[in-house]
């Protein structure tokens, strides 16, 4: 089995982290006005905008507070989706996909605005976040979105290949694109900081319980886990790509309209004060343009948190420490000998079009999923949303596109042939736009 499944991850976040609070599991029946399916960001942001409204709410997880993506994650506050651009969402989804993409633009600083409200230590650090180009003609890709955030008033840089030189600290890149209002968390740390808060303010989160299925019964939303079961006049399923984990009974639909891909997170030992003067000196974080991804940024202790991606037999936490060490040698040659305290690994709930997937449930209640590596930002904000949409907010008032589930066909055998799509990355990668 793999390390997701068992187990807190050996993670950096898991060693550095206090303990969130004590949680008790759900045995017999309870009930609230609004019960969440699951403790990550974005259930645990719906139970406190709920609770500022005066509103009970009760979550029920499987595991613990920030089990799951939510604190396995890099931390990386990144205020875009992965590939959709505004001008992509709002042909989509008309006005409110351009209430979405205010949603998004905005969704940094409500972050770090949150955590700094409720005084929640979380390492964050609003330093932006900058989308270096991998190649001469991936400038474009970083004009594009530039150009198309601008128009919707977020505050972007297109840099030169001269200015992502001076700060980043390496050649390797040749210009690209800054979001001042991006940055980075210990992601761990906000989602215990965040149940901390729901606790205090009188909202009740269930753990080591986890959901196995919901149905409609008497106008209510029944909830029923292995000892207990709880009902609601309102429902969120905030599970995302962990929805199949504990139950293939739970939400099938949602759960096979997401492809859960492996993601591998590695910290290095604490850089000397030296390196730390050239390798990104304003410790922004990073994500460039590559399919396989390379991506960087800072923790607390100047440690480079950064990760990668591995397939095939054999022992990955070794082939993949030495794949990031060579690397990070190569963008950064000035970085010295590179090793690894900490190596852990979570997943990413990847849709096929890259656009987070939205739904109505049946009468008050919501799901969503399809995070495509964008969780923190958009997942805090997703949860303020719902916790309108149970409110009775008006739908023309919400940045909530909904869509009906669609889920993959062949879900299971795409599932395991997933981690071949590295190698049509790498060779997609290696190529020039035309």
């Known amino acids: ?105 905005d969704s940094a600083s409500n972050l770090f605005d949150l955590a700094q409200r409720y005084q929640i230590q979380a390492e964050q650090e609003q330093s932006g976040w900058v989308q270096p180009v991998h190649s001469q003609g991936r400038i ?48 761990l740390a906000l989602s215990r900081g965040l149940a901390r808060v729901v606790v205090e303010r009188g909202g009740r989160i269930y753990a080591r319980s986890p959901a196995i299925s919901f149905e409609r019964h008497h106008n209510r939303w029944v909830v029923k886990t292995a000892e207990g079961q709880i009902s609601g006049r309102a429902l969120i399923v905030a599970t995302n790509a962990y929805t199949g984990e504990f139950s293939k009974s739970l939400a099938p639909d949602i759960a096979h309209e997401v492809m859960p891909v492996l993601s591998w997170q590695m910290a290095t030992q604490p850089l000397s ?73 979570g997943y990413v709930g990847m849709t096929t079009d890259f656009l987070p997937r939205i739904h109505r449930l049946g009468p008050d209640a919501y799901g969503w999923t399809g995070c495509n590596g964008r969780a923190v930002a958009l997942s805090i904000a997703l949860g303020d ?32 042939l997933a981690p071949l799509m590295l190698m049509v990355y790498r060779r997609r990668d290696a190529k020039e736009i035309a």
Not at 149 to 169: D, I, Y
Not at 284 to 313: K, N
Not at 334 to 342: A, E, M, P, R, W
Not at 386 to 413: C, N, Q, W, Y
């Open 273 to 345: 004060e030296s390196a730390r003067k050239t390798i990104i000196p304003g410790r922004q974080a990073m994500s460039d343009t590559h399919g396989e991804l390379y991506f960087t940024r800072y923790d607390a202790r100047d440690r480079l948190v950064t990760g990668g991606a591995v397939i095939g037999p054999g022992n990955k936490v070794e082939r993949i420490k030495a794949r990031v060490a060579e690397r990070l040698k190569r963008l950064w040659p000035q970085i010295g000998d590179v090793s690894f305290d900490h190596v852990w690994n």
């Open 385 to 416: 949303e719902l916790s309108k949409a149970v409110r009775g907010i008006a739908e023309h008032d919400l940045a909530l596109p909904f869509t009906a589930p669609m889920p993959i066909v062949a879900h299971g055998l795409l599932r395991r």
């Open 140 to 187: 474009r890709i970083a004009e594009r979105r530039v150009r198309q955030w601008s128009k919707f008033g977020a505050p972007v840089e297109l840099l030169s290949r001269e200015q992502t030189r001076t700060m980043l600290g390496s050649d390797a890149w040749f210009g690209g694109f800054w979001n001042k209002s991006g940055g980075h968390i210990n992601p």
């Open 1 to 105: 089995m793999d390390s997701v499944n068992v187990g807190w991850p050996d993670s950096l976040w898991a060693a550095v982290t206090p303990a969130g609070p004590e949680l008790s599991k759900l045995v017999g029946a309870a009930e609230a006005d609004v019960v969440v399916v699951g403790a990550g960001f974005t259930g645990l942001s719906t139970a406190l905008h709920l609770r500022e409204a005066g509103v009970d709410v009760a979550i029920i997880e499987a595991m613990a507070p920030g089990w799951g993506a939510s604190g396995r994650n890099n931390g990386q506050v990144i205020p875009t989706l992965s590939r959709p651009d505004p001008e992509d969402i709002v042909a989509k989804h008309g006005a409110v996909g351009e209430r979405f993409v205010a949603l998004l633009r």
